[in-house]
């Protein structure tokens, strides 16, 4: 269709010199009609008895001045923490915060960023924090969906055991 893309990734000998498991990992981006835009991903254990660690998460990148950085509004449970905090992640720094969804399953997050429009990201349960970082002087916002806090795959990893599949995904909308 012309409306979506789909990439796989499937272990072979190249992959399991770095990661040690049977898995098929597959990507799936749509544009939806309301115009949206959905990723999904889909991770299918192929190992018969070892249980597959996870932890994974989005690096999507938004256009923001530089100069406009303090005017970004961050509409949801917990976005105050980001406009308290704007000197970390404005300077380098990462926030982490907890994604909405965690105490409310109808949550997403709404971004006012300047000369862009409102952004509304509706990321599954499954990406319990949000990382916000830029640079000094640059003009973006990267905001993460991520699946765990930092060395997540280390400390507490999602376990998918053999022959089940994991699925997540996000949504993200512009609203002018």
């Known amino acids: 269709m012309g409306n979506e893309l789909k990439e796989s990734l499937i272990s ?3 992959t399991r010199k ?18 949206s835009f ?3 991903c889909n991770i299918e254990n192929k190992e018969e008895i070892a ?8 690096h999507p990148y938004f256009k923001v001045p530089n100069s406009e950085k303090n005017n970004i509004n961050f509409d949801f449970a917990g976005g105050e923490e980001a406009e308290n905090n704007r000197e970390v992640w404005i300077s380098g720094g990462t926030l982490y915060l907890d994604n909405p969804k ?12 300047p000369e862009l429009g ?20 640059k003009d973006f916002i990267c905001i993460e969906p991520i699946m ?9 990893p999602k376990i998918i055991r053999p022959g089940e599949t994991f699925s997540a995904n996000i949504n993200f909308k512009l609203q002018e």
């Not at 249980?51 to 989005?58: A, K, N, Q």
């Not at 990201?121 to 002087?137: C, L, N, R, T």
């Not at 765990?148 to 507490?156: A, E, F, H, I, K």
């Open 38 to 40: 959905t990723l999904g």
């Open 51 to 58: 249980s597959l660690p996870i932890s994974m998460g989005f």
């Open 12 to 14: 072979n000998k190249e």
């Open 148 to 156: 765990r806090d930092v060395d997540g795959l280390l400390n507490s």
């Open 102 to 113: 965690l105490r409310n399953p109808k949550a997403v997050l709404k971004i006012k960023i």
């Open 118 to 137: 409102t952004l509304v990201i509706d990321a599954s349960i499954e990406y319990k924090k949000i990382w916000i970082w830029s640079q000094p002087g």
């Open 18 to 35: 770095l990661y040690p498991y049977d898995f098929n990992f597959s990507l799936l981006g749509r544009f939806e009609e309301d115009n």
